[in-house]
Structures are given as structure tokens and as C-alpha cells.
């Protein structure tokens, strides 16, 4: 299995300003023969089902705010909320499925 | 739209066999990939295994001894069947559609809660 891991567990961000979660796979998750790493972000607000934020590691799904980006490639990943709202409270994960599926702990967003 | 939703009893006894419906509805069964998500406060959040319309199943590893999962195209449902349960397998499931394998999850159902109890 690939193992997923984020981190921090949890932080707390003032409105309006940056959060950022780091996701590491223990093995590569970029298929070279399409160039495309193989790598989600969800949020997770309590008693919801997971929404998907992005995909393929930095592709946003429809409807998602820009203020939420996805960055990097092979084993180190990152998402990034530039500017905090209320709204963005709840857990994110990052989940690969390069090789069936697996999903970090998760990263409880709050505010300061 | 498409809209999925999880039934099935939300007590099992231990050494049971727990068994879930997913209903698809707002789209066709066909031609993607359905496959069975937990979440507990122990493991997180911990893949069961998948199908596809033609049948084919995979499963976890971990879980494969005890799972079997089934799909009837003609009532746009998928199911899940896990043998011998545990406390351990407390959990929300949730059935999930990814437009094929080694895709992402695009569609969530809401979750059903399962608890393992005499």
C-alpha cells in the first residue's frame, strides 16, 4: 500500500489569511507515461460526505473556489487556501489513486 | 445529477455478515467504477474495494478474505457484503462513483453508520 501523510494534524488560521497542508506518498505517484500525478484533495465538514477539490494534484474541480490550489509531483504535495474563510473550516485529506486507493490522516482547518 | 445512497441495518452482531445497497439515481450504472469507503475514528478514512459494471471486483487486501461485493445493472445498484464483523468494522460507509479505475472520487453518498454490538 502506499501510505499517505499529512501534515500538521491541525492548524489554526486568522481570516483572510494563508493555510497550507503538506501531503508526502511513500512512493511516487506520477505515472511518467501521461506526466500526471495521481493525487486528490477533499474537505470534509462534520456529517458531510467529502467533497473533492482537486484533482490530478493541482486541477480544480468545477465549482471550487480559487482560493484553494494544489501544488507539487511525485511524493511531496501541498494545498493551499490563500485566504481563509469561515466557510473553510473542516478536514482536508489528500488521497492517491495511483495504486487503488489511500488517504492521508486528514488536517482539521480552524480558525485563530 | 447523480445521487447515491447507502441502506442497510446500522446494528450488526458480532460475527454477522454486514450487508449495504448503494442506489444510484440521476445517471447510469455503467461504465464507471463504484466502490466502498469506511470512516472511523480509529482508522480514518480506509478503501474496501471496488466494482465495475461488468462485475469485476477488487478488493482490499487487508479486508479481501471477508468482503464480496456485487452490482445489479437492471436496479442501478451496487452492494457490499463483509463476513465475521467486529467491533472493529464500526464505521461510516459510504458508496462512492469514480469514472474508472485509478481515477478520483468525484460522487460521495451521504454515509450510513454501521455498528458492530450484541
Known amino acids: 500500500d502506499i501510505v499517505m501523510t499529512q501534515s500538521p494534524d491541525s492548524l489554526a488560521v486568522s481570516l483572510g489569511e494563508r493555510a497550507t497542508i503538506n501531503c508526502k506518498s511513500s512512493?511516487?505517484?506520477?505515472?511518467?507515461?501521461?506526466?500526471?500525478?495521481?493525487l486528490a484533495w477533499y474537505q470534509q465538514k462534520p456529517g458531510q460526505p467529502p467533497k473533492l477539490l482537486i484533482y490530478?494534484?493541482?486541477t480544480r474541480e468545477s465549482g471550487v473556489p480559487d482560493r484553494f490550489s494544489g501544488s507539487g509531483s511525485g511524493t511531496d504535495f501541498t494545498l493551499t487556501i490563500s485566504s481563509l474563510q469561515a466557510e473553510d473550516v473542516a478536514v482536508y485529506y489528500c488521497?492517491?489513486?495511483?495504486?487503488?486507493?489511500?488517504f492521508g490522516g486528514g488536517t482539521k482547518v480552524e480558525i485563530k | 445529477q447523480v445521487q447515491l445512497q447507502e441502506s442497510g441495518p446500522g446494528l450488526v452482531k458480532p460475527s454477522e455478515t454486514l450487508s449495504l445497497t448503494c442506489t444510484v439515481s440521476g445517471g447510469s450504472i455503467s461504465s464507471y467504477c463504484w466502490s466502498w469507503i469506511r470512516q472511523s475514528a480509529g482508522k480514518g478514512l480506509e478503501w474496501i474495494g471496488r466494482i465495475y459494471s461488468s462485475g469485476s471486483t477488487n478488493y482490499n487486501p487487508s479486508l479481501k478474505s471477508r468482503v464480496t461485493m456485487s452490482i445489479d445493472t437492471s436496479k442501478n445498484q451496487f452492494s457490499l457484503n463483509l463476513s465475521s464483523v467486529t467491533a472493529a468494522d464500526s464505521a461510516v460507509y459510504f458508496c462512492v462513483r469514480s469514472k474508472g479505475a485509478n481515477l478520483h472520487i468525484d460522487v460521495w453518498g451521504q454515509g450510513t453508520t454501521v455498528t458492530v454490538s450484541s
Open positions: 512512493q511516487s505517484v506520477l505515472y511518467r507515461s501521461n506526466n500526471k500525478n495521481y
Open positions: 488521497q492517491q489513486y495511483y495504486a487503488t486507493l489511500t
Open positions: 490530478w494534484a493541482s
